[in-house]
Nanobody, 118 residues
Framework: VQLQASGGGLVQAGGSLRLSCAASKSIFSINVMGWYRQAPGKQRELVARIRSDNSTNYAGSVKGRFTISRDNAKNTVYLQMNSLKADDTAVYYC?????????????WGQGTLVTVSS
């Protein structure tokens, strides 16, 4: 599956952004879709993920501020980010984990930059 992330930009601390991840095919049967981020000089980390049954997981640092959701009809996953902090500045990547011939395969989108000014 090919993924196209969008929605990043420059926002002041306390503000909000919504990221979108559009998939090239139906996401209905994709096991897990997630958002990851990588800040300068740091490793890529999980931000949030949503399974095919709509169960979700969040990193502790974003819990209560970010919400991940999926729209199967639009083949799109969203990340609503509220109360943004300077520490949220990073390139955000979406990923899809799908089972192909018995193996779990991960696809990445190209990343979208989120910059939060303090």
């Amino acid at each position: 599956v090919q993924l196209q992330a969008s929605g990043g930009g420059l926002v002041q601390a306390g503000g909000s952004l919504r990221l979108s991840c559009a998939a090239s095919k139906s996401i209905f049967s994709i096991n897990v879709m997630g958002w990851y981020r990588q800040a300068p000089g740091k490793q890529r980390e999980l931000v949030a993920r949503i399974r095919s049954d709509n169960s979700t997981n969040y990193a502790g640092s974003v819990k209560g501020r970010f919400t991940i959701s999926r729209d199967n009809a639009k083949n799109t996953v969203y990340l609503q980010m509220n109360s943004l902090k300077a520490d949220d500045t990073a390139v955000y990547y979406c990923a899809a984990d799908e089972e192909i011939r018995g193996y779990l395969s991960r696809s990445w989108g190209q990343g979208t930059l989120v910059t939060v000014s303090s």
